[in-house]
């Protein structure tokens, strides 16, 4: 199926996260997933990714600064 031309018609199809947060708690949730991976692996991408999310969220934008602050 095209999914950008039919994509609306599908329904029940999984979801991929919409953010680095949600992909790593999807990750951390995944025993099968983090097992094969190995779990030393598994633990030091889940603290990477984390701490890249972390980075992330704390960055105060351009778009912020010019649209949320009341200054």
Do not use: C
């Amino acid at each position: 199926i095209d999914m950008y031309k039919d994509g609306h018609t599908v329904t029940g199809a999984p979801k991929l996260p919409l953010n680095l947060l949600d992909a790593i708690r999807a990750y951390d949730q995944d025993e099968e997933l983090k097992e094969a991976m190995g779990p030393a692996f598994s633990a030091a991408f889940i603290k990477l990714k984390t701490e890249e999310w972390n980075a992330y969220a704390s960055h105060f934008t351009q778009w912020e600064r010019d649209n949320t602050l009341d200054i």
